[in-house]
């Protein structure tokens, strides 16, 4: 299954902030005589941490204490945002470094952009890319998604002993923005995850992107007990192109026009379910913090019960359970429960598996390898990233040149009057 590198870069916008910057602001306080509210754009970019209230939930919980695992195409821990943030990491590729932090594959750069959404603690005072949970801790494994790693690993063999390889190192959270772009799993990741249930972990797992392809919902969003991440679009409304869609979707985020780092320090736009997933991983990471005697069936449970239907009958399969609210999970009553309510694997294995059969009968032979993919987001076009305004657009050159065209219109308006009262005036002096 090809992964689509060139179509994925080009979904994503570079955040082209140094180049002409200096211009463009200088342009702006000319006109309106008064200075941005922030001087550091990307900061004013993340939309999300006011709307969806979490600088007011950091005032309860940042994460603190509680470790999240990212099982990606690894994290460069160097980048500014990052530093100090990753406690240990692996490498199950055979491409990477030991300590996972040497981004592999064609797209290596999203393990890092995942990262940064999730604990990214800034470059220093208001600057730089914040993550929802900055306190809290990452691990980082590196998986080759499609890549030949010359071993005798499949890609969902690595992905398992990722998996696997995060509990045993201390994960309270697993992070995972890819897909297998098929609602079923190979059984390697059946003992793999149920390892994690059983040593309490909380597995996030992005829904996929019609955009990019998935219509509906693959593994591991489709396992039991999974918290899977639908996206939505900057009104709150379920993205037609940055989600799809199913009935394991757990809860929605916003999974459009989101800031990211990239591995050599600049930062993107870009959309996708991938982006919504570490948004929801934070969120677990702050109820984790805060609710430390909670184990992750409740963790999940009140993650769950205190997001917004949107009138929905719950679950839906757009947004699932509603889209999160962070301050409400970390204060409202949630009543407790002894089981994960999004299912059991434990229990579908045992329905659902059977003894090996013989190849005729369909338990056997030599079938095509199926390949998880890092979640691409959705496309768009290069005229859509010029015309399409955003929130810098609009500050700094929308508002700037509406000014300057209003100024012009009236200077014209003042002039044509001022013509005709002198051509009346001769006129009459004439006479």
């Known amino acids: 299954m090809s992964r689509e590198p060139d179509r994925a870069r080009a979904r994503r916008r570079r955040v082209g902030w140094r180049a002409g910057l200096t211009v463009v602001l200088a342009a702006a306080l000319a006109v309106s005589g008064t200075t941005p509210a922030h001087a550091d754009t990307v900061r004013d970019l993340e939309y999300w941490l006011n709307d969806y209230g979490f600088t007011t939930a950091w005032t309860t919980s940042r994460g603190e204490g509680v470790t999240v695992a990212v099982i990606d195409t690894g994290v460069n821990g160097d980048v500014a945002e990052l530093t100090g943030v990753i406690i240990g990491g692996t490498d199950v590729s ?50 080759a998604f499609g890549q030949d790693t010359g071993s005798e690993k499949t890609n969902d063999e690595q992905i398992a002993e990722a998996v696997r390889w995060a509990v045993d190192s201390g994960a309270d959270v697993i992070n995972m923005s890819l897909t297998r772009n098929t609602a079923d799993w190979p059984e390697s990741w059946d003992d793999a995850f149920l390892y994690a249930f059983e040593n309490d972990v909380v597995v996030v797992a992005a829904a996929g992107n019609r955009g990019s392809g998935t219509t509906s ?70 109820v984790r913090s805060e609710f430390p005697e909670l184990d992750a069936a409740n963790v999940i449970n009140r993650v769950i019960r205190t997001a917004d239907p949107k009138g929905e009958a719950v679950p839906s399969p757009l947004y699932g359970y509603g889209i999160i609210d962070p301050v409400t999970a970390l204060t409202a009553e949630v009543e407790a429960v002894e089981a994960n309510p999004l299912g059991s694997l434990e229990d579908w294995i045992r329905v659902h598996r059977r003894a090996d059969l013989p190849a005729e009968d369909g338990g056997g032979g030599d079938a095509e390898e199926i390949v998880p993919i890092a979640d691409p987001p959705p496309p768009r076009s290069d005229s859509a990233k010029t015309l399409l305004p955003t929130a810098w657009t609009i500050a700094y050159i929308t508002v700037p040149l509406s000014l300057v065209a209003g100024f012009g219109t009236l200077a014209a308006l003042l002039g044509i009057g001022a013509t005709r009262h002198i051509r009346r005036t001769t006129r009459t002096g004439t006479r």
């Open 94 to 143: 055979g491409l990477g470094s030991d300590d996972g932090q040497t981004p592999v594959g064609e797209e290596n750069e999203h393990g890092t952009m995942v990262a940064s959404l999730l604990a990214g603690r800034g470059t220093g005072e208001g600057n730089g890319v914040i993550g929802v949970a900055p306190d809290a801790e990452l691990l980082t494994a590196s998986v």
């Open 217 to 286: 919902v693959g593994a591991p969003a489709t396992i039991p007990g999974v918290l899977t991440v639908a996206g939505v679009d900057r009104d709150q409304n379920a993205s037609f192109d940055a989600s799809s869609q199913g009935i394991t979707i757990a809860v929605s985020a916003p999974s459009e026009d989101l800031v990211g780092v990239l591995p050599d320090g600049s930062y993107v736009q870009w959309s996708g379910t991938s982006a919504a997933a570490p948004i929801v991983s934070g969120l677990v990471a702050l």
